[in-house]
């Protein structure tokens, strides 16, 4: 350990003003003065790659051997590093980066979503603000939403006779479910006191909606946004499976069908990363949108 | 002889099922202009239900109330409330909260910028323009109260209804608002209307005090005068006869006459 300099050090005479100054513009090192950002980032990082590490290596060992049904993280790497390499390459109407079949499959996902999104939160004010709306629609929201996404496939190719549309309609139909019942809650919850305030202001019905309604609600509606972005992403990869056409979904399908067992499991990965992100996305402008929201 | 404010004959029977409560039973009040009138009483007295009737928040079930001789039986801003628990929009901040109120109430009489005067106007009034950018999440128990307050003087009410304001708050707080309160009623003039189970607070506060007895079947027990000068001033009331006197009849009638009883 070093000893801090001081003016005492200096040799007689040496010491002016100049030095003076020169101690005091002294900044610490940026080791020291981020010391316990440095730290919090490898408190959070360590851990998961830790655990990361050695998942690998006992996946390594268990299919090292030539016989293995399935392929080792090493073979994968060597298989189709291309793949985690080169995102965005393209070289053919199906020879293209993994980058570009997720970006595909979330276009799909933005506009099933968004229309769920619209839908879900106008349906889900009306259910939440109407006795009658409740009682004679929540039944049928709580046996609609247990439907697989997949079964509504069949029903919506035979509807829009065109894959493209059966895929985003599947997105809108798994995804609304959540978006309605915490919409609906949300409303249903807010607070008496709100409705006090606004009945003596004598708000009408629209600046009722976007002054209380919407912010009271909106950690609920964040809530339902939040579960219909993660099942919208579940199902996009089924139904492209089935639908064929470019997407993270169908790569799969496809290298299924051509026994590319290591890039299915690159495939994955892409989809978890894409899943994970779409998620903290959503609960980031929850969280910007409802700030305050919840103190009291 | 009518008055400024009259609640005439309410009833409030409140029905779930076969199961009938008769909360409020013939309550005549009459407060006049300029007046500071306490409603005291035990908890579940009704006082509360009878303020949300004035409010027009609750509907009588028989009888009403009158403002200058208009029935009134919708809630307004006329009529402005401070509730208990502040009731502040908590995405709004305090100047948020507060200008709502002004836009609302004098979005058609106002100019813009006569709106942010007035708006900046009330916070001052309460010394709360220094933290006008602060969410309620951000301030003090206290500090939402004033806010509070800021925003139902700002609607410039006939009368205004203070739902126990300060019963949320710490003795010290309390007695501060209280000043506050007593301070802004002096100046403005306004008719005020209070609930509170704070004698201390009624005689010090008021000009009438209103005494309940206790539910159900509530009714107006008894009122008194309260014929202390203004500026009234907390310390010197402390050792004066006129105010240690009604508040002996305050506690007489609280403590003796109609003594809290468990519900049954």
Same mark, same amino acid.
């Given at each position: 350990?070093?000893?801090?300099?001081?003016?005492?050090?200096?040799?007689?005479?040496?010491?002016?003003?100049?030095?003076?100054?020169?101690?005091? #513009?002294?900044?610490?090192?940026?080791?020291?003065?981020?010391?316990?950002?440095?730290? +919090?980032?490898?408190?959070?990082?360590? $851990?998961?790659?830790?655990?990361?590490?050695?998942?690998?290596?006992?996946?390594?060992?268990?299919?090292?051997?030539?016989?293995? %049904?399935?392929?080792? $993280?090493? #073979?994968?790497?060597?298989?189709?590093?291309?793949?985690?390499?080169?995102?965005?390459?393209?070289?053919?109407?199906?020879?293209?980066?993994?980058?570009?079949?997720?970006? &595909?499959?979330?276009? #799909?996902?933005?506009?099933?979503?968004?229309?769920?999104?619209?839908?879900?939160?106008?349906?889900?004010?009306?259910?939440?603000?109407?006795?009658? %709306? &409740?009682?004679?629609?929540?039944?049928?929201?709580?046996?609609?939403?247990?439907?697989?996404?997949?079964?509504?496939?069949?029903?919506?190719?035979?509807?829009?006779?065109?894959?493209?549309?059966?895929?985003?309609?599947?997105?809108?139909? &798994?995804?609304?479910? $959540?978006?309605?019942?915490?919409?609906?809650?949300?409303?249903?919850?807010?607070?008496?006191?709100?409705?006090?305030?606004? +009945?003596?202001?004598?708000?009408?019905?629209?600046?009722?909606?976007?002054?209380?309604?919407?912010?009271?609600? %909106?950690?609920?509606?964040?809530?339902?946004? #939040?579960?219909?972005?993660?099942?919208?992403?579940?199902?996009?990869?089924?139904?492209?499976?089935?639908?064929?056409?470019?997407?993270?979904?169908?790569?799969?399908?496809?290298?299924?069908?051509?026994?590319?067992?290591?890039?299915?499991?690159? +495939?994955?990965?892409?989809?978890?990363?894409?899943?994970?992100?779409?998620?903290?996305?959503? +609960?980031?402008?929850?969280?910007? %949108?409802?700030?305050?929201?919840?103190?009291? | 002889?009518?008055?400024?404010?009259?609640?005439?004959?309410?009833?409030?029977? !409140?029905?779930?099922?076969?199961?009938?409560?008769?909360?409020?039973?013939?309550?005549?009040?009459?407060?006049?202009?300029?007046?500071?009138?306490?409603?005291?009483?035990?908890?579940?007295?009704?006082?509360? *239900?009878?303020?949300?009737?004035?409010?027009?928040?609750?509907?009588? *079930?028989?009888?009403?109330?009158?403002?200058?001789?208009?029935?009134?039986?919708?809630?307004?801003?006329?009529? =402005?409330?401070?509730?208990?628990?502040?009731?502040?929009?908590?995405?709004?901040?305090?100047?948020?909260?507060?200008?709502?109120?002004?836009?609302?109430?004098?979005?058609?009489?106002?100019?813009? =910028?006569?709106?942010?005067?007035?708006?900046?106007?009330? @916070?001052? @009034?309460?010394?709360?323009?220094?933290?006008?950018?602060?969410?309620?999440?951000?301030?003090?128990?206290?500090?939402?109260?004033?806010?509070?307050? =800021?925003?139902?003087?700002?609607?410039? /009410?006939?009368?205004?209804? @203070?739902?126990? /304001? !300060?019963?949320?708050?710490?003795?010290?707080?309390? =007695?501060?608002?209280?000043?506050?309160?007593?301070?802004?009623?002096?100046?403005?003039?306004?008719?005020?209307?209070?609930?509170?189970?704070?004698?201390?607070?009624?005689?010090?506060?008021?000009?009438?005090?209103?005494?309940?007895?206790?539910?159900?079947?509530?009714?107006?027990?008894?009122?008194?005068?309260?014929?202390?000068?203004?500026?009234?001033?907390?310390?010197?009331?402390?050792?004066?006869?006129?105010?240690?006197?009604?508040?002996?009849?305050?506690?007489? !009638?609280?403590?003796?006459?109609?003594?809290?009883?468990?519900?049954?």
């Amino acid at each position: 350990m070093t000893m801090p300099l001081t003016k005492d050090d200096c040799p007689a005479g040496f010491y002016d003003e100049e030095i003076e100054e020169a101690f005091r #513009r002294r900044r610490p090192p940026l080791l020291i003065k981020y010391k316990d950002n440095i730290r +919090a980032f490898f408190a959070a990082s360590v $851990p998961p790659l830790v655990t990361l590490a050695l998942i690998l290596l006992t996946w390594q060992l268990l299919c090292v051997g030539p016989t293995s %049904a399935l392929p080792s $993280p090493l #073979r994968i790497w060597s298989e189709a590093n291309d793949l985690i390499l080169h995102p965005f390459y393209e070289a053919g109407s199906q020879d293209m980066g993994l980058g570009w079949r997720v970006l &595909t499959s979330l276009k #799909r996902v933005a506009v099933g979503f968004g229309f769920a999104s619209v839908a879900g939160i106008l349906l889900g004010s009306f259910v939440g603000q109407s006795q009658w %709306a &409740t009682r004679g629609l929540d039944p049928i929201f709580q046996v609609l939403r247990t439907v697989p996404p997949l079964a509504w496939l069949p029903i919506s190719l035979a509807a829009f006779r065109d894959s493209q549309p059966s895929a985003i309609f599947v997105i809108f139909i &798994t995804s609304i479910w $959540p978006i309605i019942i915490n919409t609906a809650v949300g409303i249903r919850n807010i607070p008496q006191d709100y409705r006090n305030v606004a +009945a003596v202001l004598r708000l009408n019905q629209i600046e009722f909606f976007w002054k209380i309604m919407v912010p009271s609600a %909106a950690p609920y509606i964040f809530t339902g946004l #939040r579960i219909g972005v993660g099942l919208s992403w579940l199902a996009i990869v089924a139904a492209e499976m089935l639908t064929g056409g470019v997407g993270i979904g169908f790569f799969i399908w496809d290298a299924w069908n051509s026994s590319r067992l290591s890039d299915i499991f690159v +495939a994955l990965i892409y989809i978890g990363v894409t899943g994970f992100i779409l998620d903290r996305l959503v +609960a980031f402008v929850g969280s910007l %949108a409802t700030r305050g929201a919840q103190a009291n | 002889m009518s008055s400024y404010l009259s609640i005439e004959n309410v009833d409030m029977v !409140f029905a779930r099922g076969a199961n009938v409560t008769k909360v409020l039973d013939n309550v005549c009040l009459r407060v006049e202009k300029g007046q500071f009138v306490s409603i005291i009483g035990h908890s579940g007295c009704g006082k509360s *239900t009878l303020l949300n009737i004035v409010a027009g928040l609750v509907k009588a *079930t028989s009888g009403g109330v009158l403002l200058e001789d208009r029935e009134v039986n919708a809630p307004g801003p006329d009529r =402005a409330v401070v509730f208990q628990n502040h009731s502040l929009l908590p995405w709004l901040s305090a100047y948020e909260n507060v200008r709502l109120a002004v836009d609302k109430v004098f979005g058609k009489t106002m100019t813009r =910028a006569r709106r942010h005067e007035w708006t900046m106007h009330n @916070l001052e @009034l309460v010394q709360m323009a220094h933290a006008k950018d602060k969410r309620p999440g951000e301030i003090s128990g206290g500090m939402k109260q004033r806010v509070g307050i =800021a925003r139902a003087l700002a609607m410039q /009410p006939k009368v205004l209804l @203070l739902d126990e /304001p !300060f019963g949320a708050l710490d003795a010290l707080t309390r =007695a501060h608002l209280q000043d506050v309160v007593m301070r802004l009623q002096e100046r403005l003039g306004n008719t005020v209307m209070m609930i509170t189970h704070d004698v201390d607070e009624a005689v010090l506060l008021s000009d009438r005090i209103v005494m309940m007895t206790n539910g159900p079947q509530a009714t107006i027990g008894e009122t008194l005068d309260v014929p202390l000068k203004r500026p009234r001033d907390r310390i010197a009331l402390a050792t004066d006869a006129a105010y240690l006197e009604c508040r002996r009849r305050v506690l007489q !009638f609280l403590y003796e006459r109609h003594r809290y009883v468990e519900a049954a």
